[in-house]
């Protein structure tokens, strides 16, 4: 594990927590108990602080920072896809941010929301609780509650998207 003090920006590491010698936490982070923060991650609260709540996973090669004097907040249980970059203000408990999308500054992820893979999601964007952001190649783009069958060309390979301990219908 490697961690970085940046000026008086000292990392806080939980309990039970894994970082990957490869990762980079530096600066103003904390990463509370029981979280996994895979190969090549880089966290940098080199200029603001970012807070990482119990459970979180941050997946290999993800990167998250934050503007000066900024707060990015991941709560509990959270994850984040490999090579996914979020310079996000606040993604909520049990969000999921899919491999490779990218979260523009000042946004905000609902509680139990996915954004897709590949996602780019532009500064300022509210994503409700238990919404998921699908774009489509014509620009357009709609918001799926859990339970939603994604359809179209690529839909067919989607299977639904559930809340966990929800049956299907």
């Not at 290999?60 to 996914?84: F, K, Q």
Request: aromatic share 6%.
């Amino acid at each position: 594990m490697t961690v970085y003090q940046y000026g008086n920006r000292i990392p806080k590491i939980g309990k039970n927590t894994y970082i990957s010698d490869s990762a980079r936490v530096i600066g103003d982070v904390e990463i509370q108990d029981n979280c996994y923060i895979g190969h090549g991650a880089i966290i940098r609260g080199d200029y603001g602080t970012i807070h990482i709540g119990r459970g979180t996973a941050v997946e290999e090669g993800a990167i998250l920072h934050i503007r000066p004097d900024g707060l990015l907040e991941l709560e509990d249980h959270v994850t984040v896809g490999h090579g996914a970059i979020i310079h996000g203000r606040l993604i909520r408990t049990h969000a999921v941010i899919g491999i490779g999308a990218v979260i523009g500054f000042d946004v905000v992820v609902g509680a139990w929301a996915i954004v897709a893979e590949g996602s780019v999601i532009p500064q300022k964007t509210r994503i409700p609780d238990e919404k998921s952001p699908v774009a489509s190649h014509t620009g357009s783009s709609e918001m799926f509650s859990s339970g939603t069958r994604i359809s179209g060309p690529m839909g067919n390979n989607y299977m639904w998207i559930l809340p966990v301990n929800t049956p299907a219908n």
